[in-house]
């Protein structure tokens, strides 16, 4: 476990930041604690480098989405380490630890602010105009820095279970002979932590009113309202509930609801555009982008830190700068139902015409997958080809494996061509919103009350309304009253559609226990061109291993070699 004091009486180097309105960040270097407590910024460097430890999911493992190990989408290039998910090469000795290093580092920048750098005045600064203000940000890092270290936890916890807590700068030695906590201790950690910090954080961050500063890049009440309801979920779901707790459910339903309240109060709302989640400006445009509730700014080389990362990776094989990267899966786009009547395509009387498939679905089908005859954005001379020997399919190296590619998250403006002027822009992952919170809440009512249409004092919202609120949003009808047994497939479709490839499938899945059911057989389309330009649609399917031990991730075997009393999670060797 990488957590050397990052301070110590030699020199230390850390890259260190002061925030602008996009957290963006120019670095200074920085030689012990002394200098550190300088400035305002020295000290806001260490925020940086927490902030910067946020996760997101552009292509976590060679350039894959870990939707790529779901039935949510295929890798086109073979041969990447994200195959290790599913054929077999997964183990203790290689155990995908990068969330491991990466959490625990920012846990221990997380303690380091609250351990040395708390209770400073800053008195060469006391006469500028600003000083109050600043005051005001510096005084409101030590609850940063205490939400992040429990939303860092939280990432340990939903891949590892019970993980060691460590809640202050020590000594290598000391944190290399802690013991891991149970999953039951992590997840109440957490929550605990969320309920101490909430009424002490910035409620909005604006609040500070520095001119040249817009701090809404940053952690708020409402952000630790989101975790502590995300978290009480997964603590309640079967993988860390085994026991079947109701109780549980009932505590993640009250805490959403009281993210409802949270959000009515600051104007968060369900955005009318489905496809504006992921615009340009979706990390500035509140007029647009009202729904999100944190999003974690992304940076690259380009101007101002714009990139095209995951357009290089995602735009189609056969397309300049395209790669292919990773292609929605059949089972994906099988899940989309028919917006006229909200049936899904195998049920009778949906309206569904295998001859025509994409005709009179769900418009989020659209907004997220692009497929076969579609006009890729930005790139208008000619319609996709991803029938064999098409354009854009295989045998080209990158074509679809799958029939299609995804859209979704791209910004689809981006032009990869060669004299373009506009190949870059700035990303903004979706760590929490507001449609995944109504279906958070549908879960966890639908599991306390036992039904779909159940209301009660406390919930006078039923789970099929909370439901249907993302449905609606996208054109689709509402779910009917009395779906009975049938309502969990539907609402595990709805939640499969709403929020793919926004990094839930990998882990819904699994604290859902349902893997076997899902995870298994990956459905492709193999479209051929017929000598009439018709084109035919031949469904085909690819088998993938598990294991039951693959509901959580291996402690990493450096660790357990390092640390004699940490476990290893059952199954891995």
């Given at each position: 476990?990488k957590?050397?004091?990052i301070?110590c009486?030699s020199l230390?180097?850390l890259?260190?930041?002061s925030?602008?309105?996009?957290?963006?960040?120019n670095?200074?270097?920085?030689y012990d604690?002394?200098?550190?407590?300088?400035?305002?910024?020295?000290v806001?460097g260490?925020m940086?480098d927490?902030?910067?430890t946020?996760?997101y999911?552009y292509?976590?493992?060679?350039?894959?989405?870990?939707?790529?190990?779901?039935?949510?989408?295929?890798?086109a290039v073979?041969?990447?380490?994200?195959?290790?998910?599913?054929?077999?090469?997964?183990?203790?000795?290689?155990?995908?630890?990068?969330?491991?290093?990466?959490?625990?580092?920012?846990?221990?920048?997380c303690?380091?602010v609250?351990d040395k750098?708390?209770g400073?005045?800053f008195?060469?600064y006391?006469?500028?105009?600003?000083?109050?203000k600043?005051m005001?940000?510096?005084?409101n890092?030590?609850?940063?820095?205490?939400?992040?270290r429990a939303y860092?936890y939280f990432?340990?916890?939903?891949?590892?279970?019970g993980?060691?807590?460590?809640?202050?700068?020590?000594s290598?030695?000391?944190?290399?002979?802690?013991p891991?906590a149970?999953?039951?201790e992590t997840?109440?950690?957490i929550?605990?932590?969320c309920?101490?910090?909430?009424?002490?954080?910035?409620k909005?961050p604006?609040?500070?009113?520095l001119?040249?500063e817009?701090?809404?890049?940053?952690?708020s009440?409402?952000?630790?309202?989101?975790?502590?309801?995300?978290?009480?979920?997964?603590w309640a779901s079967?993988l860390?509930?085994p026991?079947g707790?109701?109780?549980?459910y009932h505590t993640?339903?009250?805490y959403?609801?009281?993210l409802?309240d949270?959000?009515?109060?600051r104007g968060?709302?369900?955005?009318?555009?489905?496809?504006?989640l992921?615009?340009?400006?979706?990390?500035?445009?509140?007029?647009?982008t009202?729904?999100?509730?944190?999003g974690?700014?992304?940076?690259?080389?380009g101007?101002n830190?714009?990139?095209?990362?995951?357009?290089?990776?995602?735009?189609?094989?056969g397309?300049?700068g395209g790669?292919?990267?990773?292609?929605?899966?059949?089972n994906?786009?099988?899940?989309?139902?028919?917006?006229?009547t909200g049936?899904?395509i195998?049920e009778?009387g949906?309206?569904?015409v295998s001859?025509n498939?994409?005709?009179?679905?769900?418009?989020r089908?659209d907004?997220?997958?692009?497929k076969?005859?579609?006009?890729w954005p930005?790139y208008q001379?000619?319609?996709?080809?991803?029938f064999?020997?098409?354009?854009?399919?295989?045998?080209?190296?990158g074509?679809t494996?799958?029939?299609?590619?995804?859209?979704?998250?791209c910004?689809g403006?981006?032009?990869?061509?060669?004299?373009?002027k506009y190949k870059?822009?700035?990303h903004?992952w979706?760590?929490?919103?507001?449609g995944e919170?109504y279906?958070?809440y549908?879960e966890?009512?639908f599991k306390?009350?036992?039904s779909?249409?159940a209301?009660?004092?406390?919930?006078?919202m039923s789970?099929?309304?909370?439901?249907?609120?993302?449905?609606?949003?996208a054109?689709m009808?509402a779910?009917?009253?009395?779906?009975?047994?049938a309502f969990?497939a539907k609402?595990?479709?709805?939640?499969?559609?709403e929020?793919?490839?926004e990094?839930?499938?990998?882990w819904?899945?699994r604290?859902?226990?349902?893997a076997?059911k899902y995870?298994?057989?990956?459905?492709?389309?193999k479209?051929t061109?017929n000598?009439?330009g018709?084109i035919?649609?031949?469904?085909?399917?690819?088998?993938r291993?598990?294991d039951?031990?693959m509901?959580?991730?291996?402690i990493?075997?450096?660790?357990?070699q390092?640390n004699?009393?940490?476990?290893?999670?059952p199954?891995?060797?």
């Amino acid at each position: 476990m990488k957590l050397n004091n990052i301070l110590c009486s030699s020199l230390a180097v850390l890259a260190l930041v002061s925030c602008n309105d996009k957290m963006n960040y120019n670095e200074y270097n920085i030689y012990d604690k002394d200098y550190v407590s300088k400035t305002f910024s020295n000290v806001g460097g260490f925020m940086t480098d927490i902030y910067n430890t946020i996760d997101y999911d552009y292509g976590s493992y060679g350039n894959a989405i870990m939707g790529s190990t779901t039935d949510e989408s295929e890798f086109a290039v073979s041969g990447t380490s994200i195959d290790d998910f599913f054929n077999g090469a997964w183990s203790a000795t290689n155990a995908k630890s990068s969330v491991w290093s990466s959490m625990y580092t920012g846990i221990n920048i997380c303690n380091q602010v609250m351990d040395k750098f708390v209770g400073l005045t800053f008195p060469d600064y006391e006469m500028n105009s600003d000083y109050d203000k600043q005051m005001a940000r510096y005084n409101n890092y030590k609850w940063e820095a205490r939400f992040w270290r429990a939303y860092f936890y939280f990432n340990l916890a939903k891949q590892y279970g019970g993980v060691p807590l460590i809640t202050k700068v020590q000594s290598t030695d000391i944190t290399n002979t802690t013991p891991r906590a149970t999953s039951d201790e992590t997840f109440k950690f957490i929550i605990d932590e969320c309920n101490l910090v909430q009424d002490s954080i910035v409620k909005n961050p604006a609040d500070f009113n520095l001119p040249s500063e817009i701090d809404n890049g940053r952690a708020s009440r409402i952000t630790v309202l989101a975790l502590k309801a995300r978290a009480a979920l997964y603590w309640a779901s079967p993988l860390f509930n085994p026991q079947g707790d109701k109780e549980r459910y009932h505590t993640a339903a009250l805490y959403t609801k009281q993210l409802f309240d949270e959000c009515k109060e600051r104007g968060i709302d369900l955005t009318a555009n489905y496809a504006d989640l992921w615009s340009t400006n979706n990390w500035k445009d509140t007029n647009i982008t009202k729904e999100i509730i944190f999003g974690r700014r992304i940076y690259g080389s380009g101007s101002n830190g714009a990139s095209n990362t995951f357009e290089s990776r995602n735009y189609p094989a056969g397309i300049e700068g395209g790669n292919g990267g990773n292609c929605p899966t059949q089972n994906l786009v099988d899940a989309y139902d028919m917006k006229a009547t909200g049936l899904g395509i195998g049920e009778a009387g949906s309206g569904y015409v295998s001859s025509n498939p994409y005709a009179g679905r769900d418009p989020r089908l659209d907004a997220t997958v692009a497929k076969n005859g579609d006009v890729w954005p930005t790139y208008q001379k000619a319609k996709l080809e991803t029938f064999y020997g098409g354009v854009n399919a295989q045998p080209l190296s990158g074509g679809t494996l799958t029939g299609y590619y995804v859209k979704k998250l791209c910004h689809g403006a981006i032009n990869l061509t060669a004299n373009s002027k506009y190949k870059v822009d700035n990303h903004t992952w979706v760590t929490f919103r507001l449609g995944e919170f109504y279906l958070n809440y549908a879960e966890a009512v639908f599991k306390y009350l036992g039904s779909a249409d159940a209301t009660s004092a406390e919930f006078p919202m039923s789970a099929r309304e909370a439901a249907s609120k993302t449905r609606v949003r996208a054109g689709m009808p509402a779910f009917p009253v009395g779906m009975g047994d049938a309502f969990w497939a539907k609402y595990t479709n709805e939640r499969f559609v709403e929020l793919a490839f926004e990094g839930h499938r990998f882990w819904d899945v699994r604290r859902w226990k349902e893997a076997d059911k899902y995870f298994k057989e990956i459905k492709e389309m193999k479209l051929t061109k017929n000598a009439d330009g018709s084109i035919s649609y031949t469904p085909n399917t690819v088998t993938r291993q598990w294991d039951d031990k693959m509901y959580l991730f291996p402690i990493p075997q450096t660790e357990i070699q390092k640390n004699k009393n940490l476990t290893q999670n059952p199954g891995w060797k």
